[in-house]
């Protein structure tokens, strides 16, 4: 399954074959991947499947948190420029990139779809200052591309 879309890949500003914005599938290769991290605070880990010391001591509150890849190059960037530049196209590109990450995991761990999504909403001061919130911005695309409602 391809992401990419007519135009420029966010990342390596390469042209793309299909729609409008969005990643090549080179740089959705070459992210860094996360091996081995606790299920719960995905905090590098021994094993992926077992609940590292911390959250054995203080479990959270979900049973599984998953991300696309570590806040690092060249994501960031991406981020960095959707956080304080707000761009549709972007929310759309990310929730995109974590359909896939979400639908490969699925895959490898035969995980059951949940029931809604969370998200973490921004400080009111933030929100105001940027004019929106871009986590729930994504988590809303993301809802209507796997059919969950996001919790209030």
Known sequence: M??????YCWLCRQPLR????????????HLPQQNNRCPGCLYPSTH?????????RSPPRWKQMLTVTDYRPPLNKLLHL?????????????AKLFLLRWLAHRRENLVRKPE?????PLHRHRRWRR??????AIAKTFGKMVKLS???
Do not use: W
């Open 18 to 29: 299909y729609g409008n914005h969005s990643i090549c599938s080179s740089c959705i290769r």
């Open 48 to 56: 992926s499947m077992i609940l590292c010391g911390r959250c054995l």
């Open 2 to 7: 391809l992401i990419t879309i007519a135009g």
């Open 150 to 152: 996001l919790s209030p």
């Open 131 to 136: 004019g929106f919130d871009q986590v729930e």
């Open 116 to 120: 809604q999504i969370i998200s973490v």
């Open 82 to 94: 959707y956080k304080y530049h707000p761009r549709p196209q972007i929310a759309l590109c990310l």
